[in-house]
């Protein structure tokens, strides 16, 4: 196989170090979250009420919490909601982000409308219009998952947006229009290949965005139902804990670093290798 | 010495020695002034003593308001604004109360019968003991100025203390507050005769009373809720809280000076830590999980039975006092170990069986198919939270599917109201005075418990006036009550509260906290 | 003067429909509610006569669209609604709690930009080295440990196992300037260490650009000192675009100050927003987020104003 046959930007994507650790990290995040079920020494939500507290040790690596659940297992369980969360939340803002952006991108009456909608939406500071958006739908991972998804929705669309508008005067996007290609077409064949780079890298960070959210929601007590297992509501039990057993706080607290570190890491490198405007010399 | 000289120097001498005497630490002990700051662990959902039977709202209500009668050390009714004990007719349907004369309320009005008509009457309308002494009265009347007259339907042993009862108690507001809000509603003006009067509250920042200059203390040695009250803190700040682990830390770094339903878990380090004293609050609750009866899966009583035999308690009653065994106590009677006159020794009643076999088949008779059933808590009240959670895996392993539903307790007391939004919701039970108030009882609170047999026999106890026969009523309520399962009792929890070493004349033995003939030595 | 002040005129101007759309989206918060959202306010024990008050008052008993005129008329008036469960106007409500939001806020942004910064150019301005590398990580590091438990992390050290700081609550400026500071130390060190490391980010990558342009090269190729071409010519020009991303942080700030305010027992509005929640008051709900927004355009305006003043080819796109 020849050089010129490997993708330039494959090839880039590997070479920044950024994406390989960054990516890797947040693979192994993922696999465990996949395999929880086998991964975890003990069921998350059963309380062994002798076991209260215990520090990490043999029985509990990672010691026990006040109803003397495994902070492991708690641990590990999280993560899949946390990661469910972040992941089903990244691919409605970038569906509908698309979506919504390339008709504002592409029909300007609409855009004017659509424009000042979006801006409405990110007049709110995020937390916030997530924290309100709960208050009227109750408690659930559904709700968390609809609520995170239309605060962030307005970052991808605009950035679809913009992308279109600057890709729609090109000179072979007019010849395409002269040639009676129809609108969709021209979407999909010319502007989102543009789009993808930008949008991967802001995939990354909402999918980061939604995980910190997600575990803020739930240690206010505004997120999931306080006994299914989650980063967010591991901290708030902690909290009341925090002198007796700091562990019960800091494993979760740990976890969720890694992760914003990990998807972190990946979309700066990301956003190094595939960004064309953004990247630096 | 010349005669003029003796009796000079006797005085002067007299006079020098009541001063030492008088600079003797016994007798300069109270000082007056000073702000005490206590926590509370959130916000009450109102200060208006007849509209509810919530402990928050009882504490800071029996500062500001007072009522005819309280009760003393032993748990008797006591008079209070009434000048002493009632006259009762012969045939024991009158009865006559005279009040005392001078007694100003906060805003400087004074209280004469019509205020005391007016308040009881609302009361009887709205409280649940109100409601349940008011079963039985005709008629309450002013007969003049300072006498009123109360006529019953028929005889009855709980006059003296319903009007006794500090919870959900007979406060005596003004007549004017009376005829602005009606029994439903919440009033929102708080003027009492208490010895501390509200100044301030500020939602989520605290409640503010100050020293009421005109009260008039009454001239008996103070005795449990009662007595002669005297003030000598100049403010009393209560600070909402919610957070418990903040509430202790608090109280650790000196912010609080008194804060009660503390976190369980925080007992060996507040019994350890200098100026600070840990109290243990017994008795506090005792936990239980209250069915509704009216409509859904609990009006089945197979079903109650089973969740009553599917519960192992010591451990639950274990962990949610964190771990302490001198935090808790596994007793199955109605009435506390503390309450003596109404203590009861019974065996063999289907208390803390955790019997596989028996709720198994019980869950058969029932008829139970695994639907759902909603149980509501919160976790404002940690411990509730801690016992619903423990409860809903015991449960569920004897074969009962749980919907645990935790909301706040606000919403919680409203929602209990009504019939259609739950099937059990935690609480706790504190000292009921009277067998007869034991509110879970009756139709009246929610989960409404309607049995014929135990109707019977409490009407025959509001009747009955011998304390032998009552008492062997009492002990029948019982076991009809756990054949019935009307709520599943659990244990006694006990509670930690915790008092800065300057705080003075406290008095422990009492089981809601009172501020007045409280000083602070600093 | 007069540019800055058209621009200003200009920009208000464009924040009306803007303004327009967070109303409406706050209006629809209360119909997002599953369910009869008055029996969800009131409870069981409403009367019909309450219930007949409440849905009046919430505007329920009519057609949507005359709904959302009467809900900006009222707005106009100045008048949120009211408290159900403190029982008076959402306004007072939201004044009384204002304070404390608003000195944890600034005291937060006072420390993002006091360490934010500061690191940020010196990183950049020394780009490439070791103390570069270093900055580079504690801001990624900021960036992502979560806010609120870094909180607990300070706690644990500074309240619980040192004991040199309150563990939580609040004391007012205005009452007693010591302990108020010594209440807010930690919960603004926490708000703005996470702020501080966006900022420094950026702040780095600005300084990195201007250190580029022609002029720095012809500072330097004129002979001046390392230090006067950072300071006098690089350090200026890339403090206008830091100030912008301040303005973007604010936004962060409000939403990570709500989080701080429960950590530590502050009565501000996060607290309020919070509790309304539990309580189902939803016209408290809606004010909080109203005003948080508010103030987030109010804010960027005020950057935008500022950014137009220092460089005066913004005043004229």
């Given at each position: 196989m020849s050089e010129a046959s490997a993708p330039g930007w494959a090839r880039r994507l590997l070479r920044n170090r950024a994406v390989v650790i960054g990516g890797s990290v947040f693979l192994l995040l993922v696999l465990i979250a996949l395999f929880a079920d086998v991964l975890a020494p003990y069921n998350p939500t059963r309380l062994y009420p002798g076991e209260r507290l215990r520090p990490p040790g043999a029985r509990n690596l990672l010691g026990t919490d006040e109803f003397g659940r495994d902070i492991a297992s708690l641990v590990l369980h999280g993560a899949r909601v946390s990661?469910?969360?972040?992941?089903?939340?990244?691919?409605?803002?970038?569906?509908?982000?698309?979506?919504?952006?390339?008709?504002?991108?592409?029909?300007?009456?609409?855009?004017?409308?659509?424009?000042?909608?979006?801006?409405?939406?990110?007049?709110?500071?995020?937390?916030?219009?997530?924290?309100?958006?709960?208050?009227?739908?109750?408690?659930?991972?559904?709700?968390?998952?609809?609520?995170?998804?239309?605060?962030?929705?307005?970052?991808?669309?605009?950035?679809?947006?913009?992308?279109?508008?600057?890709?729609?005067?090109?000179?072979?996007?007019?010849?395409?229009?002269?040639?009676?290609?129809?609108?969709?077409?021209?979407?999909?064949?010319?502007?989102?290949?543009n789009c993808i780079g930008p949008l991967l890298v802001q995939a990354t960070f909402i999918f980061a965005y939604a995980v910190l959210a997600e575990a803020i929601l739930g240690f206010l007590g505004?997120?999931?139902?306080?006994?299914?297992?989650?980063?967010?509501?591991?901290?708030?039990?902690?909290?009341?804990?925090?002198?007796?057993?700091?562990?019960?706080?800091?494993?979760?607290?740990?976890?969720?670093?890694?992760?914003?570190?990990?998807?972190?890491?990946?979309?700066?490198g990301l956003r190094d290798t595939l960004d064309p405007r953004l990247r630096r010399e | 010495?010349?005669?003029?000289?003796?009796?000079?120097?006797?005085?002067?001498?007299?006079?020098?020695?009541?001063?030492?005497?008088?600079?003797?630490?016994?007798?300069?002990?109270?000082?007056?002034?000073?702000?005490?700051?206590?926590?509370?662990?959130?916000?009450?959902?109102?200060?208006?003593?007849?509209?509810?039977?919530?402990?928050?709202?009882?504490?800071?209500?029996?500062?500001?308001?007072?009522?005819?009668?309280t009760l003393d050390a032993k748990s008797q009714p006591i008079p209070m604004l009434a000048e002493g004990m009632p006259a009762v007719s012969k045939d024991g349907l009158a009865y006559t109360f005279k009040l005392r004369p001078g007694i100003k309320f906060h805003n400087g009005k004074e209280m004469t019968s019509a205020d005391v008509v007016a308040s009881l009457n609302r009361w009887g309308a709205q409280s649940t003991y109100g409601k349940t002494l008011y079963a039985r009265v005709a008629e309450v009347r002013a007969v003049d100025k300072l006498t009123v007259e109360m006529t019953l339907k028929e005889k009855t042993a709980i006059v003296l203390i319903s009007l006794a009862v500090p919870n959900n108690a007979a406060a005596i507001y003004p007549k004017e507050i009376v005829d602005k809000f009606k029994p439903a509603e919440k009033a929102t003006e708080w003027i009492g005769t208490g010895p501390f009067k509200l100044v301030e509250w500020k939602p989520d920042r605290h409640i503010k009373m100050v020293r009421f200059d005109d009260y008039q203390p009454r001239k008996e040695a103070a005795t449990g809720y009662g007595g002669r009250k005297v003030v000598y803190v100049n403010e009393l700040l209560w600070i909402?809280?919610?957070?418990?682990?903040?509430?202790?830390?608090?109280?650790?770094?000196?912010?609080?000076?008194?804060?009660?339903?503390?976190?369980?878990?925080?007992?060996?380090?507040?019994?350890?830590?200098?100026?600070?004293?840990?109290?243990?609050?017994?008795?506090?609750?005792?936990?239980?999980?209250?069915?509704?009866?009216?409509?859904?899966?609990?009006?089945?009583?197979?079903?109650?039975?089973?969740?009553?035999?599917?519960?192992?308690?010591?451990?639950?009653?274990?962990?949610?006092?964190?771990?302490?065994?001198?935090?808790?106590?596994?007793?199955?009677?109605?009435?506390?170990?503390?309450?003596?006159?109404?203590?009861?020794?019974?065996?063999?009643?289907?208390?803390?069986?955790?019997?596989?076999?028996?709720?198994?088949?019980?869950?058969?008779?029932?008829?139970?198919?695994?639907?759902?059933?909603?149980?509501?808590?919160?976790?404002?009240?940690?411990?509730?939270?801690?016992?619903?959670?423990?409860?809903?895996?015991?449960?569920?392993?004897?074969?009962?599917?749980?919907?645990?539903?935790?909301v706040d307790w606000a919403t919680l007391v409203k929602r209990r109201n009504n019939s259609k939004e739950y099937d059990v919701f935690t609480t706790g039970m504190g000292n009921f005075y009277d067998p007869t108030h034991h509110i879970y009882l009756g139709p009246n609170w929610p989960g409404w418990t309607d049995d014929e047999e135990l109707n019977r026999l409490l009407t025959e106890l509001a009747r009955e006036g011998d304390y032998k026969k009552r008492f062997a009523l009492w002990e029948q309520v019982t076991r009809t009550f756990y054949d019935r399962v009307p709520v599943a009792r659990y244990g006694d929890l006990f509670g930690l509260r915790a008092m800065r070493g300057h705080v003075k004349g406290f008095d422990t033995s009492l089981m809601r906290p009172r501020f007045h003939n409280v000083w602070l030595d600093k | 003067m007069i540019a800055v002040t058209t621009y200003l005129l200009r920009r208000l101007f464009a924040l009306v429909p803007v303004m327009l759309v967070v109303v409406t989206i706050v209006f629809l918060l209360i119909h997002l509610i599953p369910g009869d959202p008055v029996a969800v306010i009131l409870g069981p024990e409403a009367n019909a006569q309450q219930i007949e008050d409440a849905r009046r008052e919430l505007g329920l008993d009519r057609p949507l669209h005359a709904q959302l005129v009467r809900f900006y008329a009222r707005l106009l008036r100045g008048d949120l609604g009211r408290s159900y469960f403190l029982d008076r106007p959402v306004t007072q409500a939201l004044w009384e709690r204002a304070e404390p939001t608003l000195v944890l806020m600034f005291s937060g942004l006072f420390v993002a930009v006091l360490i934010g910064v500061p690191s940020g150019i010196a990183a950049g301005a020394y780009q490439g080295s070791a103390w570069d590398r270093l900055l580079m990580m504690l801001a990624l590091l900021g960036v992502c440990v979560p806010g609120f438990w870094l909180s607990l992390n300070f706690i644990y050290l500074f309240s619980v196992r040192l004991g040199w700081l309150p563990v939580?609550?609040?004391?007012?400026?205005?009452?007693?300037?010591?302990?108020?500071?010594?209440?807010?130390?930690?919960?603004?060190?926490?708000?703005?260490?996470?702020?501080?490391?966006?900022?420094?980010?950026?702040?780095?990558?600005?300084?990195?650009?201007?250190?580029?342009?022609?002029?720095?090269?012809?500072?330097?190729?004129?002979?001046?000192?390392?230090?006067?071409?950072?300071?006098?010519?690089?350090?200026?020009?890339a403090l206008v675009p830091v100030v912008t991303v301040i303005g973007i942080t604010m936004a962060i700030l409000i939403g990570g100050a709500v989080v701080t305010e429960i950590v530590f027992n502050i009565p501000g509005l996060g607290r309020l927003i919070i509790s309304a929640i539990l309580r189902r008051d939803y016209p408290v709900v809606q004010g909080v987020v109203l005003i948080t927004a508010a103030a987030y355009m109010l804010i960027n305006l005020l950057v935008d104003v500022v950014y137009a003043f220092i460089d005066p080819r913004i005043r004229y796109v």
């Amino acid at each position: 196989m020849s050089e010129a046959s490997a993708p330039g930007w494959a090839r880039r994507l590997l070479r920044n170090r950024a994406v390989v650790i960054g990516g890797s990290v947040f693979l192994l995040l993922v696999l465990i979250a996949l395999f929880a079920d086998v991964l975890a020494p003990y069921n998350p939500t059963r309380l062994y009420p002798g076991e209260r507290l215990r520090p990490p040790g043999a029985r509990n690596l990672l010691g026990t919490d006040e109803f003397g659940r495994d902070i492991a297992s708690l641990v590990l369980h999280g993560a899949r909601v946390s990661l469910l969360v972040g992941a089903v939340t990244m691919v409605l803002t970038s569906a509908g982000g698309v979506v919504i952006g390339l008709i504002a991108g592409y029909y300007r009456r609409l855009d004017l409308v659509i424009m000042r909608v979006m801006d409405g939406l990110m007049a709110f500071p995020a937390i916030l219009l997530a924290i309100a958006l709960m208050a009227v739908r109750g408690p659930g991972v559904w709700n968390v998952i609809v609520s995170l998804s239309v605060v962030y929705l307005p970052r991808t669309a605009m950035l679809i947006r913009s992308t279109a508008l600057s890709v729609r005067e090109l000179d072979y996007v007019l010849a395409a229009q002269a040639l009676g290609r129809g609108g969709l077409a021209i979407a999909f064949r010319h502007i989102l290949p543009n789009c993808i780079g930008p949008l991967l890298v802001q995939a990354t960070f909402i999918f980061a965005y939604a995980v910190l959210a997600e575990a803020i929601l739930g240690f206010l007590g505004v997120g999931v139902p306080p006994y299914v297992p989650s980063w967010g509501n591991v901290i708030a039990s902690g909290k009341n804990v925090i002198r007796e057993a700091f562990w019960v706080s800091a494993f979760p607290g740990l976890a969720l670093t890694l992760t914003g570190l990990s998807l972190n890491l990946l979309g700066d490198g990301l956003r190094d290798t595939l960004d064309p405007r953004l990247r630096r010399e | 010495m010349r005669p003029r000289t003796i009796p000079w120097t006797a005085f002067t001498l007299t006079l020098v020695i009541l001063c030492l005497a008088g600079l003797a630490p016994e007798a300069a002990a109270q000082k007056k002034g000073g702000v005490l700051k206590v926590g509370n662990l959130g916000e009450p959902p109102t200060l208006d003593a007849h509209w509810t039977t919530a402990t928050i709202t009882e504490v800071l209500a029996q500062h500001i308001y007072e009522g005819l009668y309280t009760l003393d050390a032993k748990s008797q009714p006591i008079p209070m604004l009434a000048e002493g004990m009632p006259a009762v007719s012969k045939d024991g349907l009158a009865y006559t109360f005279k009040l005392r004369p001078g007694i100003k309320f906060h805003n400087g009005k004074e209280m004469t019968s019509a205020d005391v008509v007016a308040s009881l009457n609302r009361w009887g309308a709205q409280s649940t003991y109100g409601k349940t002494l008011y079963a039985r009265v005709a008629e309450v009347r002013a007969v003049d100025k300072l006498t009123v007259e109360m006529t019953l339907k028929e005889k009855t042993a709980i006059v003296l203390i319903s009007l006794a009862v500090p919870n959900n108690a007979a406060a005596i507001y003004p007549k004017e507050i009376v005829d602005k809000f009606k029994p439903a509603e919440k009033a929102t003006e708080w003027i009492g005769t208490g010895p501390f009067k509200l100044v301030e509250w500020k939602p989520d920042r605290h409640i503010k009373m100050v020293r009421f200059d005109d009260y008039q203390p009454r001239k008996e040695a103070a005795t449990g809720y009662g007595g002669r009250k005297v003030v000598y803190v100049n403010e009393l700040l209560w600070i909402p809280v919610p957070d418990a682990a903040t509430r202790v830390a608090q109280m650790e770094t000196g912010e609080l000076d008194f804060a009660d339903d503390l976190d369980l878990n925080a007992y060996e380090r507040l019994k350890s830590s200098p100026g600070v004293q840990a109290i243990v609050a017994k008795p506090y609750y005792w936990l239980v999980a209250v069915f509704n009866k009216k409509e859904g899966l609990m009006t089945n009583q197979k079903l109650r039975q089973a969740w009553q035999a599917a519960l192992d308690m010591e451990p639950i009653m274990k962990n949610v006092a964190g771990g302490h065994t001198d935090l808790y106590r596994m007793d199955s009677s109605l009435a506390f170990v503390e309450n003596a006159p109404w203590h009861t020794k019974l065996s063999g009643l289907p208390w803390n069986e955790h019997n596989k076999d028996k709720v198994r088949r019980l869950l058969k008779e029932a008829g139970y198919k695994g639907e759902p059933i909603r149980f509501m808590t919160t976790q404002e009240y940690k411990w509730m939270y801690d016992f619903a959670l423990l409860s809903k895996q015991q449960l569920e392993d004897a074969g009962f599917t749980i919907d645990l539903q935790v909301v706040d307790w606000a919403t919680l007391v409203k929602r209990r109201n009504n019939s259609k939004e739950y099937d059990v919701f935690t609480t706790g039970m504190g000292n009921f005075y009277d067998p007869t108030h034991h509110i879970y009882l009756g139709p009246n609170w929610p989960g409404w418990t309607d049995d014929e047999e135990l109707n019977r026999l409490l009407t025959e106890l509001a009747r009955e006036g011998d304390y032998k026969k009552r008492f062997a009523l009492w002990e029948q309520v019982t076991r009809t009550f756990y054949d019935r399962v009307p709520v599943a009792r659990y244990g006694d929890l006990f509670g930690l509260r915790a008092m800065r070493g300057h705080v003075k004349g406290f008095d422990t033995s009492l089981m809601r906290p009172r501020f007045h003939n409280v000083w602070l030595d600093k | 003067m007069i540019a800055v002040t058209t621009y200003l005129l200009r920009r208000l101007f464009a924040l009306v429909p803007v303004m327009l759309v967070v109303v409406t989206i706050v209006f629809l918060l209360i119909h997002l509610i599953p369910g009869d959202p008055v029996a969800v306010i009131l409870g069981p024990e409403a009367n019909a006569q309450q219930i007949e008050d409440a849905r009046r008052e919430l505007g329920l008993d009519r057609p949507l669209h005359a709904q959302l005129v009467r809900f900006y008329a009222r707005l106009l008036r100045g008048d949120l609604g009211r408290s159900y469960f403190l029982d008076r106007p959402v306004t007072q409500a939201l004044w009384e709690r204002a304070e404390p939001t608003l000195v944890l806020m600034f005291s937060g942004l006072f420390v993002a930009v006091l360490i934010g910064v500061p690191s940020g150019i010196a990183a950049g301005a020394y780009q490439g080295s070791a103390w570069d590398r270093l900055l580079m990580m504690l801001a990624l590091l900021g960036v992502c440990v979560p806010g609120f438990w870094l909180s607990l992390n300070f706690i644990y050290l500074f309240s619980v196992r040192l004991g040199w700081l309150p563990v939580a609550g609040y004391a007012s400026i205005f009452q007693d300037p010591v302990a108020a500071a010594r209440y807010m130390l930690l919960p603004a060190v926490s708000l703005g260490f996470s702020q501080s490391a966006l900022i420094a980010r950026i702040a780095r990558s600005c300084m990195i650009e201007v250190l580029r342009q022609d002029y720095i090269r012809t500072a330097r190729a004129k002979g001046l000192a390392e230090r006067s071409v950072i300071y006098l010519h690089a350090f200026r020009n890339a403090l206008v675009p830091v100030v912008t991303v301040i303005g973007i942080t604010m936004a962060i700030l409000i939403g990570g100050a709500v989080v701080t305010e429960i950590v530590f027992n502050i009565p501000g509005l996060g607290r309020l927003i919070i509790s309304a929640i539990l309580r189902r008051d939803y016209p408290v709900v809606q004010g909080v987020v109203l005003i948080t927004a508010a103030a987030y355009m109010l804010i960027n305006l005020l950057v935008d104003v500022v950014y137009a003043f220092i460089d005066p080819r913004i005043r004229y796109v």
